[in-house]
C-alpha cells in the first residue's frame, strides 16, 4: 500500500535539544516538502528537496535542518536553535514531472516541549 | 506565488450542497487551482485540480470561469464526515520549480445534522 508515513506520531524536546522528525515514502516520488502547522493557521514551507543530495530553504527555515540521502526518505531536525518548535510537523511528497501533480501529504508529527 | 481568499468559515446541514468560492486575483498564466481537505490531527487530503472550465470527480466539482481570478468548490449532498478545513491553492506545480504551494488559513465547514 503506497504511501507517505511519518514517525513517531507525538514527538517531545527538551530545552537545548535536537529532535528528528522521519518521513519515508514508498511512491518513488522526487520531490519531498516539509510544512510546519500552528493551530488554527495554514501551512509553512519549511524545506523542500526535488531530487536526491538537494533540497532548499522554504519560508521558515531557520532553527530547522534536512538530509536527503535517499530517495524515500527526507528527515527533519529541528534543532536548538529553534525557539518555538511547538507545531504540528507535515511531510508531504510529489510525483514524476507532469507540472499538474499534486502533493501528497502524511498524517503528521506533533511536536511539543518539555 | 498568487495569494488566496476564502470564508473563514461555512455552516451547512446534511444532504445539502456546499460551495466554497476561492478569490486568488493575481493568479499567475501557469499557476494552477487545487483544493485540499484536512481533519485535524490529520495531514491535507488532495480533493480535486483545475486549470479553467470545470472539473469533477468522484468526490467534488470545481467551477474556474474565464478569467480565472476564483474559483468554487462545490460538494454535493455534504454529510457529517464532510466537516473539515478546505484549502484553495493557487501554485506552479511544474517540476523545476519546486511544485511550492501557498496555504491560508482555509474555510472550516461545519456539517450539522
Known amino acids: 500500500d503506497g504511501g507517505i508515513t511519518q514517525s513517531p506520531k507525538y514527538l517531545f524536546r527538551k530545552e537545548g535539544q535536537n529532535v528528528t522528525l522521519s518521513c519515508e515514502q514508498n511512491?518513488?516520488?522526487?520531490?519531498m516538502y516539509w510544512y510546519r502547522q500552528d493551530p488554527g493557521q495554514g501551512l509553512r514551507l519549511i524545506y523542500y528537496?526535488?531530487?536526491?543530495?538537494?533540497?532548499q530553504k522554504g519560508d521558515i527555515a531557520e532553527g530547522y535542518s534536512v538530509s536527503r540521502e535517499k530517495k524515500e526518505s527526507f528527515p527533519l531536525t529541528v534543532t536548538s536553535a529553534q525557539k518555538n518548535p511547538t507545531a504540528f510537523y507535515l511531510c508531504?511528497?510529489?510525483?514524476?514531472?507532469?507540472?499538474?501533480?499534486?502533493?501528497?501529504f502524511g498524517d503528521g508529527t506533533r511536536l511539543s516541549i518539555l | 506565488l498568487a495569494k488566496t481568499t476564502q470564508p473563514i468559515s461555512m455552516d451547512s446541514y446534511e444532504g445539502q450542497e456546499v460551495n466554497i468560492t476561492c478569490s486568488h486575483n493575481?493568479?499567475?498564466?501557469?499557476?494552477?487551482i487545487t483544493w485540499y481537505q484536512q481533519f485535524p490531527s490529520q495531514g491535507p487530503r488532495f480533493i480535486i485540480q483545475g486549470y479553467k472550465t470545470k472539473v469533477t470527480n468522484e468526490v467534488a466539482s470545481l467551477f474556474i470561469p474565464a478569467d480565472r481570478k476564483s474559483s468554487t468548490l462545490s460538494l454535493p449532498r455534504v454529510s457529517l464526515s464532510d466537516t473539515a478545513v478546505y484549502y484553495c491553492?493557487?501554485?506552479?506545480?511544474?517540476?523545476?520549480?519546486?511544485?511550492?504551494?501557498?496555504f491560508g488559513q482555509g474555510t472550516e465547514l461545519s456539517v450539522k445534522p
Open positions: 511512491l518513488n516520488h522526487d520531490a
Open positions: 491553492l493557487v501554485g506552479l506545480m511544474i517540476y523545476n520549480q519546486g511544485g511550492k504551494l501557498i
Open positions: 508531504a511528497s510529489r510525483g514524476d514531472r507532469l507540472p499538474n501533480q499534486p502533493q501528497h
Open positions: 528537496s526535488q531530487i536526491v543530495n538537494d533540497f
Open positions: 493575481n493568479i499567475a498564466t501557469n499557476d494552477y
